[in-house]
């Protein structure tokens, strides 16, 4: 039967943009957002620091052209917000870019992969490790690359950003 008390109290459940299990207490996660809906923008609790990993799990879409995943400091948009990493994978050409931009400025953009590890219309997983001097990004598992820091005060890269030919399923 439709919205029995079983299935009501199986949901999780929003409020105030923070989630809570079937008891009302907040499930303890680092990432707060409101619905995994593309283009997504959400707060990493307490910012980037050594040790913490951010999980992106999702599918690409039947006909992807690209997607970005990308790490700021804030959300705003006048100024923009300072980018710490920015991931964009782009399909015509195979490619998963990588760069930054600090005070309007870009970095110098990085290319080199041993393979291009995202297949249209499967799943996959992203996992952004941040260490002291760089993120380590693994996808499926697999260590892709490295990205030096540019922005020195971790703490302050606390939103996430996704966009592009993709559909989320998880983040944490």
Do not use: W
């Amino acid at each position: 039967m439709a919205g029995s008390v079983a299935e009501r109290d199986a949901e999780v459940k929003l409020e105030d943009g923070h989630l809570n299990n079937s008891l009302g207490s907040p499930v303890q996660t680092d990432v707060y957002f409101p619905r995994l809906i593309v283009p997504f923008c959400g707060h990493i609790k307490g910012g980037m620091r050594p040790g913490k990993k951010i999980l992106v799990m999702g599918i690409v879409d039947l006909n992807p052209e690209s997607f970005e995943i990308s790490l700021t400091c804030g959300d705003s948009k006048d100024p923009p917000a300072d980018v710490a990493i920015e991931l964009k994978a782009v399909f015509t050409d195979k490619q998963l870019l990588r760069n930054s931009c600090i005070s309007g400025e870009r970095g110098e953009e990085q290319s080199a992969i041993p393979y291009f590890p995202f297949i249209p219309d499967q799943p996959f997983r992203v996992e952004i490790l941040c260490e002291h001097p760089r993120f380590r990004v693994f996808v499926d598992g697999h260590q892709l690359f490295d990205f030096y820091h540019r922005i020195e005060t971790l703490s302050s890269i606390d939103t996430i950003k996704i966009n592009g030919d993709l559909q989320i399923t998880k983040l944490g």
